[in-house]
């Protein structure tokens, strides 16, 4: 069988409302491939596996229940840091926003929520999100999967990094 980290958006979520698999499993197979690859990669930098496995729970319960399901329910996204999530801080990988902690959802944000995603944890981005390679001093580098003494690049060198490595469905502002 497939491991759940390498499913699909599309497949993890339709696996999920029929049965085959838990948003639980999905979630948890999905941070066991970032514990294993992001300690070299630094593409996720502010983790949220807590509150992913509850709301992982919470989504199985719906689907128990017999609840009405949002297109993505149940399914592993990732945030990058310069988007607001509500109760986090939208760094955009610079320490003088290190503390600045967004009150609310970005339009993106809420509309992952609403569809039932669940957030892992918010990615990395160069300062200001302008910058040809994704460092900055806040995070550091998020270095290449195929050659690791090199940056994926760019704004959202973190999202390719992220997609080769299995941790689904990343969202940027762009």
């Given amino acids: 069988m497939t491991p759940l980290w390498q499913l699909s958006a599309v497949d993890q ?11 639980t499993a999905v979630v948890e197979s999905v941070l066991e491939r970032v514990a294993q690859k992001n300690p ?5 930098v502010d983790p949220l596996n807590e509150q992913a496995l509850l709301a992982a729970e919470k989504a199985d319960a719906a689907v128990a229940n017999n609840e ?3 297109s993505l329910h149940g399914v592993p996204v ?8 509500a109760g986090r801080p939208t760094t955009n990988g610079m320490e003088v926003f ?13 509309n992952l929520l609403n569809a039932g995603a669940i957030i892992i944890g918010r990615t990395n981005t160069p300062e200001m999100s ?10 550091g580098l998020t270095r290449n ?10 704004s959202s060198g973190w999202s390719r990094c992220c997609s080769c490595c ?3 469905c990343h969202t940027s502002w762009q």
């Fill in 13 to 23: 979520a339709a696996g999920i409302r029929i049965g085959d698999f838990s948003s």
């Fill in 40 to 44: 070299e990669l630094n593409a996720i």
């Fill in 68 to 70: 009405s399901l949002g």
């Fill in 78 to 85: 990732t945030i990058k840091v310069n988007v607001d999530t």
């Fill in 98 to 110: 290190r503390d600045i902690i967004a009150p609310d959802n970005s339009p993106i944000v809420q």
């Fill in 130 to 139: 302008m910058r040809l390679t994704t460092d900055n001093p806040l995070y």
């Fill in 145 to 154: 999967p195929w050659n690791l003494k090199m940056s994926p690049g760019g």
């Fill in 166 to 168: 299995g941790f689904r």
